[in-house]
């Protein structure tokens, strides 16, 4: 007889991922443990990471639109079919006429703009940029979420929000130094790429208390991709792209492990934490896409990276620490 130990962490993981209708995936109806729902979040990175640096090789052959259009469409309708048709991911809940109106205009519309603005990012900027600029979308989700005022707390997420923008100028600042006109379009969409991301995170939590993570990721793909399709029809017709097994392989693995498992993972997340606290992970995104291009693309790790990873992670860190439980009441207190 072979014994198999298994951490608490890691059977909350799983069970985390196990709903109680059956299912066995994404489990959404009881509150699980935050260490399930944080490894839930790094593998959700890890596929984040490939999938990145997937879409980074295919728009040097194929359209950023049309690959934007038919992975989210047809990840979509992967599950919805699953949905449907399984009992992988639960029990399904009914549309209302309010809820589909905001997925459509709420988080499918902010889907379809940011997978625009991504793709077309990585046509124009390095990898890395890009990754980096969404390394800091938990800054912008965390001011999202309250106004400045007079007290430590609100002190302590702009200085954060600071040091995140402080390594934004490090990613801008060789382009403005050389005068690079033709870079400098692509670093300005790659920092709306990660409002942009922000955004569809808080949309995603919002319609998050009705729908489970795998319903939120099927409604919103078909809706991003059906919005986006009428430009991605015309991106086709006015220019032949190539068609190769390889390129068809990687759109594949974007539907299915960039789309279909990561995004349902990522909201089931958002349904229980913080937007802030899930982008928290994201903050890893930039170091698994790098890892990735690295091996898979030959990029290199440079200098300007690891800088700006340092202060945007730090950026981070500072504005989702507790300083008050760490140094105490007399230094932080609650008003």
Request: proline share 4%; with cysteine.
């Amino acid at each position: 007889m072979v014994r198999v130990w298994v951490g608490e962490d890691t059977a909350q993981f799983w069970l985390c991922l196990k709903p109680p209708n059956g299912g066995l995936l994404a489990g959404v109806q009881n509150r699980p443990h935050n260490g399930a729902l944080a490894g839930s979040l790094l593998l959700a990175v890890f596929l984040f990471g490939a999938n990145n640096t997937g879409v980074k090789f295919l728009v040097g052959f194929w359209l950023p639109l049309a690959i934007g259009a038919t992975r989210f469409l047809l990840a979509g309708l992967v599950l919805l079919a699953l949905l449907r048709w399984t009992r992988l991911f639960g029990t399904t809940h009914p549309l209302t006429s309010d809820l589909k109106r905001r997925l459509w205009w709420r988080t499918g519309l902010n889907m379809a703009l940011y997978i625009v603005a991504f793709n077309i990012a990585l046509k124009l900027a390095p990898i890395s940029h890009v990754a980096l600029y969404l390394g800091a979308a938990p800054v912008w989700a965390l001011l999202w979420e309250g106004q400045p005022e007079k007290h430590w707390k609100s002190a302590q997420r702009y200085s954060a929000a600071g040091l995140a923008f402080c390594g934004v100028l490090i990613l801008f600042w060789p382009v403005l130094r050389q005068g690079g006109s033709v870079k400098l379009p692509g670093e300005i969409l790659a920092l709306i790429t990660s409002v942009l991301w922000a955004s569809v995170g808080r949309q995603c939590r919002l319609v998050g208390r009705d729908l489970s993570g795998a319903e939120i990721a099927a409604h919103t793909f078909w809706r991003g991709g059906l919005l986006l399709a009428p430009l991605a029809l015309i991106e086709v017709w006015s220019v032949k792209i190539p068609w190769r097994a390889d390129l068809a392989w990687i759109q594949l693995y974007c539907i299915l492990g960039g789309g279909v498992a990561s995004f349902a993972l990522w909201n089931n997340a958002l349904r229980h934490w913080k937007t802030s606290q899930v982008y928290l992970f994201n903050n890893l995104v930039p170091i698994s896409t790098m890892t990735w291009a690295h091996f898979c693309l030959g990029e290199p790790f440079t200098r300007t990276f690891w800088m700006a990873m340092l202060l945007i992670g730090t950026g981070v860190l500072i504005g989702q620490a507790n300083l008050q439980k760490i140094f105490g009441a007399r230094w932080f207190p609650s008003e």
